[in-house]
């Protein structure tokens, strides 16, 4: 049996989502993970992009169109969003890293400037898009 | 199978050696914080010129690719970016993923971000190269 520990008995397997309440730091947590699987794709769409832009105009002009559509600048939005997210809570994680901010009271203060930040800051890059001419 | 049915006369250290951190289990987790650090300006750097070229047309966004500050920040925002992306999805698959599949997928997503790092780098590379019309 020694050589058996875990195959005896099934473990009870953590975390079990269904039971527990959203709250802002649960929440926060599973954005950062989702936010980084969708800019996983986003980093294969940059590519995209690059090789596009190397294969000269033919190429690039359906991967801008798909850019300028309404559908692309939705995504695009999205995909801005996402990167303030990840980045900010990414620098909220780098601070923990540091045994900093471990208080509760410290972590739903981080936790609202990450959101409240994320979204300035998406709003900000697309009035300055708009106002260069977009 | 699961290896602890199949080499049941193993010692417990030789079974944990190579299964658990033994002694490695910090190196991806510190790589992903250092690309995670360089990424900061590197991305940053790349949403405020995405932001100047959203619509530009392919002339202006050539001009702007082969500056060779362009080139240099980035083949480094590639390199960092696909480095934290593999390191990222590999933690993801570790901890949904726990079947004989979670090696392959690993495995799938070095290789496919080693693919797309070259890709982009080899773009950027001819667009440098390229004559200037």
Known sequence: ?134 | MDPQNMQSTRSPLARAIGLGSAKEGVGPWWAERVSAVALVPLTLWFAASTIAHIDSDYATVIVWLKMPLTAVMMILLLIALFYHTALGLQVVIEDYVHSATKFAAVIAVRLGCCAFVTAGIVAIVRITLSSSE
């Not at chain 1, 936010?35 to 294969?55: D, E, K, M, P, Q």
């Open chain 1, 1 to 134: 049996m020694v050589s058996h520990p875990t195959t005896a008995r099934p473990r009870p397997l953590s975390p079990n989502v269904q039971i527990y309440r959203p709250q802002l730091t649960s929440v926060l947590s599973i954005l950062n993970r989702i936010t980084g699987i969708l800019l996983s794709a986003c980093a294969v769409f940059l590519v995209v992009w690059l090789v596009a832009v190397a294969r000269g105009p033919q190429a690039y002009a359906p991967v801008q169109a798909a850019i300028a559509s309404w559908i692309g600048r939705i995504a695009l939005f999205g995909a801005t969003f996402a990167f303030f997210l990840h980045l900010c809570g990414g620098i909220r994680h780098l601070v923990w890293d540091t045994v900093h901010g471990f208080e509760l009271r410290s972590i739903y203060i981080s936790g609202w400037t990450v959101v409240a930040t994320s979204v300035v800051l998406t709003v900000a890059a697309w009035a300055a898009s708009a106002s260069m001419g977009g």
